[in-house]
Every structure is written in structure tokens, then in C-alpha cells.
């Protein structure tokens, strides 16, 4: 979940429902709830809400797909209202087969290295081809990068509506065949992670505590993880820099974090929460989805963690809820910049493009594969960019006009 709201702790009432009024309207304008800004700081323990233990079981290496095969998916809603009600009830079915695995990934198997320092797993949909191609030549290149061993994983759902070969509700002439181009894909590039549920906003979730367990079973020597989405660029140097300091037995969760966030009440948003579905008044503190960074050590123990907690719509929320019990606060960097970077109303396009803003950034938002290819080449290009005064990484909340 990229935009929600953010809003300051300190906020008034009278502020707040006039600022509800407006993000409302501007929901209804462009179908996202948008971002506020809000101050860095250090979440305050919620309270957690009711968690019943659950079994976790490994997804296996390489189940055959049959048992999905047979099921005969519900007809797409991608526009209805979101229905918690079945939400609740499927929950706890939080288990679903691979379908194509990476069982090598982390082994180096007849190849250099072995552990790899960083795995890079990247969110993805089956037709999002192009920006998977984008990232693999871009920044999730693999191999070495300043000495370090990178490894990449894409982790996909299975397309709504398209889980059973003959049911294509597409229609022939717009058939995409994306079985076939994952399987091509992972044959050709070795990258691709799927997993036998939807691939559907609210199943984010789902792709999070598969690969958690994944990356437990098939990478458990890994010193750091990044996970973040397609569109987003990411200064691979930076983050390496800044892991470089950083030790992969201890706990680490940093990116963006969004601490006191509200629970959306407003039906119309598409992060609407009801109360009954989670009835805290704040989220717990988390890192934005669009990219953070773990370490080996946090990732192992929150495999158990988020086993316990009940499954929950929005995957960075449902994330901080596992570190809230683990008692981890996911830790603020300001180069991680997952939220309000590239709103075109406020960002020209070429201020977005000015490689040394990109420079001393980890992660920015909201890319096309266009522009990330660009981007990757704009700064890692013969020369580099020429940038006539070096900034350091800003701190605080970013300003355009700055
Ligand atoms: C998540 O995936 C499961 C299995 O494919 C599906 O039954 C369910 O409807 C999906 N849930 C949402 C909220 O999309």
C-alpha cells in the first residue's frame, strides 16, 4: 500500500475533517486514497488486536499445481466493493501451493557465490512483463555489485479470473498466455516465484507471508532481503553502502515508516477498514510496501511472528502488526522514498527526472519501465551525472520546492 493516509499525531479536529473532506473528494477524483505528510517519529506500542495461534506450514518445493487446477475461481469483482465478509471467512486458508520455484536461488549451484548479501524480491503481476525486464537490467541485475553477491526473485499470483486453462475470461484476441510466459521466464532468467492464489490487492498479504516462508526454506543464509514493487527505482549502491554498516544477525526493518496511521472508515476509499476488521484507532508502526529493507535475522523470526497474526488486507500494515509482535519497530530512513515523490499535479516531470535527486536517494516510487531504465541510465551512464552540487541525503519529509 503506497498512499494512505498519514496524518500528524498532533492534528486537530477541526483539521482532520476537513482534511478528511478533501482526501474524500480527492479519492473519488483518481480511485487513491492520497498521502500527508507525516513527522518521523517512534511508534507508540498499540495494544494488539486479537490473534488466535495458527500453523504456518512451508509452501512445498515444487507442489504440483493440481489441487488449483480443479478449483474454479470466482468471476472478477476488480470493481466491486471490497467484501469482508468472505474475506473473513476464506482467512484462514493462508496456505497455497507454488507453482514455479527457485529452489537453486540462493545455492549457487555450479555457479559463484553461494549466500547471497542481498535478495532482491520484487512484487509483480503476470502481465507486467515489460517492468520485470526494466528491473532485471536495471537495478536487480544480479552478480556482484561493490563486492556484494545480489540475487533477484519476482513473486506473482495467479491473474483473477484466469486460474483455469478454457475459462479465460478475456476473450481469444486479448489472450495473454501467461502461464506460458512465466514458465519461459523463469527458464530463461531463473527469477520467478508463483504461488496458486489471486493476484489481487487485497491478496498482498498472501504474497508476504509466502515469501517470508520461502525465503526461510530456500534462502535461510541470506544476510539482507529488500522487498519492494515493480515501479519503484532503487539505488542499489546506496542501500549496500547503508547495509554495509549494518549487522545481518541483528534486527532490522527500515524504509519508510508510517507510524499513528488511521484505519480508513470512509466506504468510498479503497483502503476502507471496518471496524469489526480492525478496531484500533491506529495502525502500528510500518514500512511502506513500495520498499524496505530486512535483515536475515528479522526475516527468520518473523516467519513465526506473522504466523500468528491474523491475516489482514493491507500487506505493510499486516507486516507491522508481525514486528509489533516481535516488539520491533521498523526504523525510518529518509532516502526511502515510497510515498508522494512522483503526484504529477506536483511534480514536473523533469524535476522527477533529475538524476541527481536520484543520486542520493534508496528507493523512489512510481516509475514506468521506461523511466527506470532512463533513470538506471542517467546515473550509471559513462560520466554519471553531472550534478554541479553534491547534496547529502535530505532528512525530514520531502519538499519540492525546496
Ligand atoms: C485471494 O486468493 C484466493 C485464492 O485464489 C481467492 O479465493 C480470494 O478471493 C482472493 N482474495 C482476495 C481478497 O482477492
Not at 24 to 45: F, H, I, K, N, V
Not at 344 to 353: C, D, E, K, N, V
Not at 373 to 387: E, F, I, K, T, Y
Amino acid at each position: 500500500m503506497r498512499r494512505r493516509l498519514r496524518l500528524r499525531r498532533d492534528a486537530s479536529l477541526t483539521l482532520l475533517l476537513g482534511t478528511a473532506l478533501g482526501l474524500l473528494l480527492y479519492a473519488q477524483r483518481d480511485g487513491e486514497a492520497p498521502t500527508t505528510s507525516a513527522p518521523q517519529a517512534r511508534g507508540r506500542a498499540a495494544p494488539r488486536p486479537t490473534l488466535g495461534p495458527r500453523t504456518f506450514q512451508v509452501p512445498e518445493a515444487g507442489a504440483a499445481p493440481p489441487a488449483y487446477e480443479g478449483d474454479t475461481p470466482p468471476p472478477p469483482t476488480p470493481t466491486g466493493p471490497f467484501d469482508f465478509g468472505s474475506y473473513l471467512r476464506a482467512k484462514d486458508q493462508r496456505r497455497f501451493p507454488l507453482l514455479i520455484n527457485q529452489p537453486h536461488k540462493c545455492r549457487g549451484d555450479g555457479g559463484p557465490g553461494g549466500r547471497p548479501d542481498l535478495l532482491i524480491a520484487v512484487k509483480s503481476v503476470a502481465a507486467d512483463f515489460e517492468r520485470r525486464q526494466a528491473v532485471r537490467q536495471t537495478w536487480g541485475a544480479e552478480g556482484r555489485v561493490q563486492g556484494a553477491l545480489v540475487r533477484r526473485v519476482f513473486l506473482v499470483g495467479v491473474p483473477r479470473g484466469e486460474g483455469t486453462e478454457g475459462t479465460d475470461t478475456v476473450g481469444a484476441g486479448t489472450r495473454t498466455h501467461w502461464r506460458d510466459l512465466l514458465h519461459a521466464e523463469s527458464r530463461a532468467y531463473s527469477d520467478i516465484l508463483l504461488w496458486a492464489f489471486d493476484d489481487t490487492f487485497f491478496n498482498l498479504t498472501l504474497k508476504e507471508i509466502h515469501f517470508l516462508a520461502w525465503a526461510s526454506a530456500f534462502c535461510p543464509d541470506v544476510r539482507f532481503v529488500f522487498k519492494g514493487d515493480a515501479d519503484v527505482f532503487v539505488h542499489v549502491g546506496n542501500l549496500l553502502e547503508f547495509l554495509a554498516l549494518r549487522d545481518p544477525g541483528q534486527d532490522l526493518l527500515a524504509g519508510d515508516v508510517i507510524v499513528q496511521a488511521r484505519p480508513i472508515r470512509a466506504r468510498a476509499s479503497k483502503y476502507y477498514i471496518p471496524e469489526g476488521v480492525y478496531g484500533l484507532p491506529a495502525y502500528p508502526a510500518y514500512a511502506g510496501g513500495g520498499g524496505f529493507v530486512v535483515s536475515g535475522a528479522t526475516l527468520r523470526r518473523l516467519v513465526g511472528a506473522c504466523a500468528q497474526v491474523e491475516l489482514f488486507p493491507i500487506d505493510d500494515v499486516f507486516l507491522g502488526m508481525c514486528l509489533q509482535r516481535l516488539r520491533l519497530t521498523p526504523e525510518p530512513h529518509p532516502a526511502f522514498r515510497t510515498f508522494g515523490i512522483s503526484q504529477p499535479s506536483a511534480a514536473p516531470h523533469l524535476r522527477t527526472f533529475d538524476p541527481c535527486f536520484y543520486r542520493e536517494l534508496v528507493v523512489v516510487h512510481g516509475l514506468s519501465a521506461a523511466d527506470i531504465w532512463l533513470m538506471w541510465r542517467l546515473l550509471h551512464g559513462p560520466n554519471g551525472p553531472a550534478c554541479a552540487h553534491p547534496q547529502p541525503v535530505a532528512a525530514g519529509p520531502f519538499q519540492w520546492d525546496s
